[in-house]
């Protein structure tokens, strides 16, 4: 079984340009979510979505967006890019059996 | 003050060691403890999972949650240089909901 896809797996832009980051979650699993891990931290928490509709958002400005698709896959959208953009963006899957998120690889944005 | 605190490390130990690795939480609502291991670049990939307090083991790995003192422990027995990655530790307060993380601790096995 595939686990979570994400795409692209690299991605240099530059500063003020918008981004659109893809996953596809875990077959059957309905919930996604997104997080931001800065160099050497943790991962941060950005949005959860479950059956299309929005769950939680973390602290971050509205410049960051997402929506769930009826397939469950998901995108997450990054306006007006700043330097401090620049981290490895994950998504996760759930699933109602499980209680734990499993992740993707990641997309690694570097913005110039 | 941070809701996950995370030794960062780095720690080097011999192989064979016994690895124990620590954090703690201010938010009493945590009620299911996760712990990753990321390595270099990758994703974090799921290594326990513990729902409130107690231990579990899984192979040379035992997950402890002290909900009492706001503490959970990773011990990795007869570590390998594989083991080499860091270690994320994470908790969220209902089952499926968002995740917080600690900072990570980098663990280094050498041969």
Redesign the interface.
């Known amino acids: 079984d595939a686990g979570v896809t994400q795409s692209p797996t690299h991605l240099i832009k530059t500063r003020g340009q918008h981004v659109t980051l893809r996953c596809s979650p875990i077959s059957g699993h309905k919930s996604v979510s997104w997080y931001q891990q800065v160099l050497g931290q943790g991962p941060q928490f950005i949005f959860q979505y479950y059956e299309k509709e929005e769950r939680g958002r973390g602290n971050f400005p509205d410049r960051f967006s997402a929506r769930q698709f009826p397939n469950y896959s998901s995108e997450l959208n990054v306006n007006a890019l700043l330097l401090g953009d620049s981290a490895l963006y994950l998504c996760a899957s759930s699933g109602r059996a499980t209680t734990s998120a499993f992740f993707g690889q990641g997309t690694r944005l570097t913005v110039v | 003050q941070k809701e ?1 605190e ?1 030794d ?1 490390g780095p720690l080097s130990v011999p192989e064979g060691a016994i690895v124990s690795l620590n954090c703690t939480y201010s938010n009493s609502a945590f009620q ?1 403890f ?1 712990w ?1 291991r990321q390595y270099s ?6 290594l326990m ?1 513990t ?1 409130s307090s107690g231990n579990k083991e899984d192979g040379r790995f035992t997950a402890q949650v002290d909900k009492s003192s706001k503490y959970i422990s990773l011990f990795i027995r007869d570590s390998q240089p594989s083991d080499s990655a860091t270690y ?1 530790c ?1 908790m969220s307060e209902a ?10 601790t980098q663990l280094t096995v050498n041969p």
Do not use: D
């Open positions: 996950v995370q960062p299911y996760m990753y670049r990758k994703g974090p990939e799921l999972y729902y994320l994470a089952s499926g909901s968002r995740l917080t993380f600690g900072e990570g």
